[in-house]
T-cell receptor, first 110, second 112 residues
Framework: QKEVEQNSGPLSVPEGAIASLNCTYS??????FFWYRQYSGKSPELIMS????GDKEDGRFTAQLNKASQYVSLLIRDSQPSDSATYLC??????????FGKGTMLLVSP | NAGVTQTPKFRILKIGQSMTLQCAQD?????MYWYRQDPGMGLKLIYY???????DKGEVPNGYNVSRSTTEDFPLRLELAAPSQTSVYFC???????????FGPGTRLTVL
């Protein structure tokens, strides 16, 4: 069974700091990787996707993928209180479906 | 585009009642999904569809049924509701295999 593991947190960081969120996955054949942000009571929204090894940057967000070690991470620079949410890692390993981790709660204090 | 829409937003059912959760998308996506999310847990796949007339079970299909007669609509049917089906239900769609999934706003269901 394909598994995606995340630390449930909460991860607490002060405003302006770098938040580092990590995710490991079990299927070596995984091809696509996604980070979703979910505010309390809301639906998940995509913030980053990454498909090949290395870093991908988009504004304050950087996704990092290491297929050999089977982990993907998300860095949030200059964290803001508005970044406080649960971050879900999702992995595509085939068969038309995504496997989601349970999410890491991030708390950014002013 | 409205994206993915879901109705109702909230519903309370009594044990043994049935209901249909509606999901529609206007992005011409072939792939559609139903998830449930329990407090502190991730998303668990209930059913999915890769096109009109084609559906398949996900991780937690028991107690649910789906149909896909059109590209746009993917309703989820609950038969004989049980307290264990109390959850938030999300519908999602995507344009192709391995692509980004777009989520609806969710339906919060309570079974008493």
């Amino acid at each position: 069974q394909k598994e995606v593991e995340q630390n449930s947190g909460p991860l607490s960081v002060p405003e302006g700091a770098i938040a580092s969120l990590n995710c490991t996955y079990s299927d070596r054949g995984s091809q696509s990787f996604f980070w979703y942000r979910q505010y309390s009571g809301k639906s998940p929204e995509l913030i980053m996707s990454i498909y090949s090894n290395g870093d991908k940057e988009d504004g304050r967000f950087t996704a990092q993928l290491n297929k050999a070690s089977q982990y993907v991470s998300l860095l949030i620079r200059d964290s803001q209180p508005s970044d406080s949410a649960t971050y879900l890692c999702a992995v595509y390993s085939g068969y038309s479906t995504l496997t989601f981790g349970k999410g890491t709660m991030l708390l950014v204090s002013p | 585009n409205a994206g993915v829409t879901q109705t109702p937003k909230f519903r309370i059912l009594k044990i043994g009642q049935s209901m249909t959760l509606q999901c529609a998308q206007d992005m011409n996506h072939n792939y559609m999904y139903w998830y449930r999310q329990d407090p502190g847990m991730g998303l668990k796949l209930i059913y999915y569809s890769v096109g009109a007339g084609i559906t398949d079970k996900g991780e937690v299909p028991n107690g649910y049924n789906v149909s896909r007669s059109t590209t746009e609509d993917f309703p989820l049917r609950l038969e004989l509701a049980a307290p264990s089906q109390t959850s938030v239900y999300f519908c999602a769609s995507t344009y192709g295999i391995g692509g980004q999934q777009y989520f609806g706003p969710g339906t919060r269901l309570t079974v008493l």
